[in-house]
């Protein structure tokens, strides 16, 4: 067995709206979109970067909508405060604040519109394994 491709598929209320939310807030553009008979997006697989992810019009339960579901997808930028900001902008909500991490990166947790959790991240430093871990033991004890 080989494993071809990974990438999430989000389910969300409105997929049209999630489509163009993302767009703004992360610079996704469309690469396939399809629907059902009755117009209701069935898949739509979005691109930013080398970052692919699929939304879905769907009647599933959506992660709540101030917290951290089951996932937390984390998205590597080149400028998280810039990309919070247009998140915050197109109706997301801050989990944690953007700042900077004693292990190398700057970032934050954000909710989009649709209850999904985002952590919004850049690499800050060049530290290494050992140096993260060192790191991290130290600040969460």
């Known amino acids: 067995m080989t494993v071809q491709q990974l990438y999430p598929r989000l389910v969300v209320a409105d997929a049209d709206a999630a489509i163009d939310f993302y767009a703004t807030a992360f610079g996704a553009e469309l690469v396939e979109r399809y629907t059902d008979g009755s117009g209701n997006v069935v898949h739509a697989l979005l691109r930013a970067g080398s970052a692919v992810w699929a939304v879905k019009d ?36 801050v989990i944690f604040e953007v700042s900077d991490h004693p292990y190398g990166e700057r970032g934050g947790r954000l909710a989009d519109p649709f209850g999904h959790a985002w952590m919004i ?11 993260i871990q060192q790191r991290t033991a130290e600040a969460y004890p």
């Open 58 to 93: 769907g009647d599933a339960v959506d992660p709540p909508p101030q917290g951290p579901g089951a996932v937390i997808l984390a998205l590597y930028v080149d400028d998280p405060d810039a990309v919070a900001a247009a998140v915050l902008a197109g109706g997301g909500s």
């Open 121 to 131: 991240s850049a690499r800050t430093g060049g530290l290494s394994p050992a140096e």
